[in-house]
Every structure is written in C-alpha cells, then in structure tokens.
C-alpha cells in the first residue's frame, strides 16, 4: 500500500525554528515529486511547493517562497518542511502529498497540525 | 496567482444531481487537461475523486464525473447521498514557469 506517514503535532511559539517529515511507503519514492499543502483553520487547501526526491529540485510557490524550506532525505524515504522563524499566521494543518504524472495528488499524508502561539 | 473561483456552498436533496464549477484562466484549466477533484470531509484528509478532467481513480463512485469547457472545470455528483456532504476542491495544472498548481478555494456541498 502507498503511503504517506508525517510527524505528530507541533506547538511552538512565534520567533522558533521547526523541520515536520513526510515519510512515504510502498512505491519507490524517487520515482515521484511531493507536494506540501497548506490549510488553514476553516480554509481551502494552499500549495506551497514541490520536491523531486531524485535530485531534490525544489519549486516554491510565490506566496510561500522564502519563508519555508523543502527538503528530501531519499536514503529514508522522507520530506521536510521546515521553517527558520515561525510566525502566528503558520498556525494549520500541513499536509504532504505524492504528486502523480498529471499533477494529481494521491496520497495524502494525514496532516501535521502546527500551532504557533506565545 | 489567484486561486481557482469555485462557487462557496452548492446543495441538493438525496437523489439529485449537482454540478460544482471551476473557473481559471487560459493559463491553468483552459490550458491543460490536469484538474483534479477532492473530497474532504470535516477533520480527514482530501480524497481525489477526478483526475485529468474525467478520469476516476478505482473505488470512487461512477456518480461522479467531471469535465471541462474553456476555462470552466465541472463536477457533477449524480444520485446525490449523505456521505457525499463535504467540501470539493478543484485543482489545475498551471504550467512550470511560476505555480506548478492551483486550488479552487473549495465548496462546501450540502445534501438537504
């Protein structure tokens, strides 16, 4: 079975640093890119980038460029989103995804949910 | 880049057919034929249900389809049942030179 396992829940305050990880199964996982999604509490889905876990060649989207970071270890099989200075405004479900031929995400890893509050 | 413009709420009774849409520009959905469509119910994770426009993954229900006209996806949900209250979202294809992809800001579907 294909699957996407990510880390459990996080709670920091604002000004720290935090690295979630998206832990893929049963398929060979440089073969696809993944995905990290963002959403926010009772909001639409968001995407931030995209990864190719064989050269990890990384793609931001505009609104999230800079202020997070993707990374890929092939040797575990396992995605990073990672971010250097967490600010309120992170608060959300994250959630990681393999991206497919036609940019269909299937999985889904069951999502990390990051609280940031002082 | 904004999001792809999908209706907020669509609704229906039990039985009923109803039709979710998906507008983007020449630049993702009329430029491609790479919409997606999933599913998420309150608290679990999105489900795709269509993908390249009209295709279904094994295990989603032949009462959804999808299509596409210009720069309009749709979904259309036939036979609407209980189970298929939950939020839809559209996705699109929009090319590698700046977003990779887009998301439809998604529609809550409510079966009366």
């Known amino acids: 079975e294909v699957q996407l396992v990510q880390s459990g829940a996080e709670v920091k305050k604002p000004g720290e640093s935090l690295r979630i990880s998206c832990k893929g199964s049963?398929?060979?996982?440089?073969?696809?890119?993944i995905s990290w999604v963002r959403q926010m509490p009772g909001k639409g889905l968001e995407w931030m980038g995209r990864?190719?876990?064989?050269?990890?060649?990384?793609h931001y989207s505009p609104s999230f460029q800079g202020h997070v970071t993707i990374s890929v270890d092939k040797s575990i099989s396992t995605a990073y989103l990672q971010w250097s200075s967490l600010e309120a405004s992170d608060t959300a479900f994250y959630y990681c995804?393999?991206?497919?031929?036609?940019?269909?995400?299937?999985?889904w890893g069951q999502g990390t949910l990051v609280t940031v509050s002082s | 880049q904004s999001a792809l413009t999908q209706p907020p709420s669509a609704s229906g009774s039990p039985g009923q057919s109803v039709t979710i849409s998906c507008t983007g520009t020449?630049?993702?959905?009329?430029?491609?034929?790479?919409v997606s469509w999933y599913q998420q119910h309150p608290g679990k994770v999105p489900k795709v249900m269509i993908y390249?426009?009209?295709k279904r993954p094994s295990g989603v229900p032949d009462r959804f389809s999808g299509s596409k006209s210009g720069n309009t996806a749709s979904l259309t949900v036939s036979g609407l049942q209980a189970e298929d209250e939950a939020d839809y979202y559209c996705?699109?294809?929009?090319?590698?030179?700046?977003?990779?992809?887009?998301f439809g800001g998604g529609t809550k579907l409510t079966v009366l």
């Open positions: 020449s630049s993702d959905v009329g430029g491609y034929n790479y």
């Open positions: 049963g398929y060979r996982f440089t073969s696809n890119w």
């Open positions: 390249e426009v009209s």
């Open positions: 996705s699109s294809y929009a090319g590698s030179n700046n977003l990779y992809v887009i």
């Open positions: 995804a393999r991206i497919g031929y036609s940019y269909v995400f299937d999985p």
């Open positions: 990864i190719d876990p064989s050269d990890s060649y990384t």
